[in-house]
């Protein structure tokens, strides 16, 4: 294992090379991510659910659908939403009679409006948004599961850049309140950061995930492999007081670390991989995503983390 760790230490700057480039390549990939928000994907293929699902696709195809209520608007204003409505691309009905009261009372028009993509389709989503839109003069009242599809999207792309942001700020003032050197946070932040971009841009492998997954997969990892860092580091420093060489403590310290580490994160994959034996699908998903992040992290650990130390060692000191 030491003539490993001297091998890592001894090609640190081509490691810290090709980490580099899987960054920059991991960073254009999660654009590319797809996103799944329908649920009823992954129930499971022989249950009553699933089964009456497909049956009524195959019969009336996937159909998305919404309800919007205009408010305080005349008979006249109803027909011109009416129209407005039905004249939508990719609204494939809509129902709305002014004669019937389930429809129009008391100055308030509610249309039920049919679309020719599903719920959880982006096309339905991008419909949704173009209808708010166009009725923007109106006073509206709207629901439906094309809505909440949209709403989660609009959380997702909104707050969870926020959320990480601040899971990096707090988890930066404990280190630092911890470290023995105001450097050391930048190292280990550093060092999760580039494993969260490789796990994140590596989801484009799988080729779809669940949003769940999409959403809590950079959290957790921050939260699961945030020790590795800390026991290397720690290593590094206690090889630091028996030897003056600071590539040979780094080799010593990466040696020791490795087999403590690898155990931590093989128990920690194994509990996520279990999740892929459950019936409701997404645990596949999810266990996948997050054991896979595991993996990103360990690796980051070995092979980066080194060079940063080795480079940044002044500043550590």
Not at 100 to 127: I, K, W
């Amino acid at each position: 294992m030491l003539k490993f760790s001297r091998f890592i230490v001894k090609y640190r700057y081509w490691f810290m090379g090709v980490f580099l480039a899987l960054f920059v390549g991991g960073l254009f990939c999660m654009g590319l991510v797809k996103v799944n928000y329908d649920f009823t994907e992954y129930l499971p293929p022989d249950s009553e659910t699933r089964i009456s699902l497909d049956l009524m696709e195959d019969t009336f195809g996937d159909i998305g659908t919404v309800q919007i209520m205009a408010k305080n608007v005349t008979e006249q204003e109803a027909a011109q939403i009416y129209a407005l409505i039905s004249g939508t691309e990719n609204v494939r009905g809509v129902n709305f009679d002014a004669a019937d009261p389930d429809y129009y009372q008391g100055g308030n028009a509610l249309y039920q409006v049919f679309f020719n993509t599903g719920n959880a389709s982006q096309e339905t989503v991008d419909t949704v948004a173009v209808l708010r839109e166009s009725l923007g003069a109106y006073e509206l009242a709207v629901n439906g599961a094309a809505l909440d599809t949209m709403y989660i999207q609009e959380a997702i792309a909104g707050e969870m850049p926020m959320i990480l942001g601040i899971a990096f700020a707090i988890v930066l003032v404990i280190l630092l309140l911890t470290s023995n050197s105001w450097f050391e946070p930048v190292i280990f932040l550093l060092t999760v950061l580039v494993a969260i971009v490789l796990n994140m841009g590596t989801n484009f492998l799988l080729g779809t995930i669940s949003f769940i997954s999409h959403t809590i997969c950079a959290i957790l990892q921050l939260a699961l492999a945030m020790d590795y860092s800390i026991i290397l580091l720690h290593r590094y420093s206690e090889e630091c007081e028996r030897c003056e060489d600071r590539r040979e403590a780094m080799a010593a310290a990466l040696s020791s670390s490795i087999v403590a580490v690898s155990s931590s994160s093989l128990t920690t994959i194994a509990g996520l991989l279990s999740l892929v034996f459950m019936q409701f699908t997404i645990g596949f998903d999810i266990g996948v995503v997050l054991a896979k992040g595991i993996v990103m992290s360990m690796l980051s650990v070995f092979f980066l983390m080194p060079s940063l130390i080795l480079i940044f060692s002044r500043a550590v000191e």
